[in-house]
DNA sequence: TAAATAGTGTCTATAAGACACTATTCT
DNA sequence: AGAATAGTGTCTTATAGACACTATTTA
């Protein structure tokens, strides 16, 4: 049966069909830890539990867009880039009726967030991946766990998290984006050599001037 | 908003719902050529035109058993291993309605299939992946394209295609799965080196007595 | 004994990791 | 001058790849 089962024709009507949302995992550092934004809910089922922000797909609108809206009510943030992470669809997994949801994950800069606890959350706030407000509300704890062994993976592979950064940066800051990431202190000159090796960085002509000798600012080539 | 909008209470049935199908690609090595199952749609959209099996996703079942069920019709196999590849819902790329589709992969041997041109399908076939009957119906094109950039990446990462053996096999047809999918030959001393470095195989007592020298045949471990 | 396939080891090049000091600026 | 951060090079080890011959069996 492709798609639709041809010997149907075309009328789909005649399946029960289940409800489709979009949750995104928004992934940002603060304080060097490695954080998510949850929000609270406000209504039964799990009143009050932590969950991932997310929300119906709407029939006009392409999956990436859903998410990409669900990202801009809670947070304001409209140009991150986000990824598919996979469905989570069990029978089960929401007591009102059958839901599907599509899960997405973002990196973005925390400065650039502004909190919105919206009509259907408590409260929005961040939390450290290694410290939840547990218990999650629906299976969000096993979205959570695969969305940061996703990351993990990517990170280790060398897959650079531009997401997190602003435009020009150090690479002192960099590799303290990486050493969070990757759970692991990292050592100065391998990073430097690693990363510049890359071809994916470029120098600037500034300088950060701190309390102490300048850093040089690169950005991301291309 | 998480997964269901909890100032809506649970009146889901005030949103329209699209259709959730589950598609799967299921990859086969037949004449030392990876080969994809695609089947002939009887029905409009699409008639005549190829196109991946599936079909919708039930209420009672979870996404991968409907993807098991598909493969188990479409080709009796029962024990593969699934893997999600990702969501496909754009908005038009189903004329009757808005339906979102769950890819999937599997590997199996070709040796185990039993091709069923079911009530659905005008016909069942293999075709190479390099040699599809184009175009296809749907955004199905696009869908073969990430399932094949995904396998070729695994591959190269190390990923060993168990599925595509029998339980017993020599490192010579190992070998050559390895070369099919990566699309270019190994050296056969270094392919050995690295693959039994693994630890991942068990040499057995048996050999295969074929025209020549006897190979000793291995198998899975663990 | 010829044909066909199975099976084996070394050397080289590259990448990754351990490791410590000098340079510049500010107060 | 001292404190703080920026910036730099070598050696070692592990991994990947190039490369060619011997071993065993059947017809």
Redesign the pocket.
Known sequence: MPDLDPALAYDVTQFERPSVTADIVIFTLRHRTLQVLLIQRKAWPFEGLWAIPGGFVRMEETLEAAAERELREETGVTDAALEQLRAYGDPGRDPRTRVITLAFTALIPSDRVILRADTDAADANWFPIDDLPLPLAFDHIKILEDAHKSLRAKVEAGYVARGLLPAKF???QLQEVYETLMGREL????F???IL?LGILSQTTE?V????????LYEFAG
């Open positions: 150090t690479l002192t050592d100065k000159r391998n430097r050599k690693w090796s300088e001037r701190g309390a102490h000798r300048p850093a040089a």
